[in-house]
T-cell receptor
Framework: GQNIDQPTEMTATEGAIVQINCTYQ??????LFWYQQHAGEAPTFLSY??LDGLEEKGRFSSFLSRSKGYSYLLLKELQMKDSASYLC??????????WGAGTKLIIKP | DAGVIQSPRHEVTEMGQEVTLRCKPI?????LFWYRQTMMRGLELLIY????????DSGMPEDRFSAKMPNASFSTLKIQPSEPRDSAVYFC??????????????FGEGSRLTVL
């Protein structure tokens, strides 16, 4: 079956760095997405990786290893507004998005 | 440009009533998706359309759920009759694309449904 695993909840301190991991098992693979979802709001796109390596976008970076079925989202210089759920989603060979349950990130001052 | 527009934002209804949720995708987007989100089950794809044609409705829970897309700028998700277990946030999302889509979805603000 197809599966996405990510931690349920993480806590970090304002100004610090946090890494949210995601492992996936899909029938074929056409890319890995990260979305951010604030409480009571819709998910918004953060990043897309299809090739191995690190993609940096400001304070956020996303890494992919296709051979390991692994990705992480790295958030630097954490701000209180980064408190949100972070959803990992993989695009399978049929271009279906397989979603993880999300990681709730709590930022403490 | 306006984003994906959903209505109503909140709906409270009684068990057995019909519920209709509406969505206007971003102009020019070929794909439209209906998702349901709950704490227990996370984001679930219910159905998606490509150029107004339903492509995959395998996520629709049962015959009580139906979705239509009569034109490129409007879609509805209907639940009849509604049950308390249908309580959830229903998201509509759209994305541009040709034969396949890239996966970057633009979500509406959601319709929060409570069935008493």
């Amino acid at each position: 079956g197809q599966n996405i695993d990510q931690p349920t909840e993480m806590t970090a301190t304002e100004g610090a760095i946090v890494q949210i991991n995601c492992t996936y098992q899909t029938s074929g693979f056409n890319g890995l997405f990260w979305y951010q979802q604030h409480a009571g709001e819709a998910p918004t796109f953060l990043s897309y990786n299809v090739l191995d390596g690190l993609e940096e976008k400001g304070r956020f970076s996303s890494f992919l290893s296709r051979s390991k079925g692994y990705s992480y989202l790295l958030l630097k210089e954490l701000q209180m507004k980064d408190s949100a759920s972070y959803l990992c989603a993989a695009l399978d060979s049929n271009y279906q998005l397989i979603w993880g349950a999300g990681t709730k990130l709590i930022i403490k001052p | 440009d306006a984003g994906v527009i959903q209505s109503p934002r909140h709906e409270v209804t009684e068990m057995g009533q019909e519920v209709t949720l509406r969505c206007k995708p971003i102009s020019g987007h070929d794909y439209l998706f209906w998702y349901r989100q709950t704490m227990m089950r996370g984001l679930e794809l219910l159905i998606y359309f490509n150029n107004n044609v339903p492509i995959d409705d395998s996520g629709m829970p049962e015959d009580r759920f139906s979705a239509k897309m009569p034109n490129a700028s409007f879609s509805t998700l209907k639940i009849q009759p509604s049950e308390p277990r249908d309580s959830a946030v229903y998201f509509c999302a759209s994305t541009p694309g040709g034969e396949v889509y890239t996966g970057e979805l633009f979500f509406g603000e959601g319709s929060r449904l409570t069935v008493l």
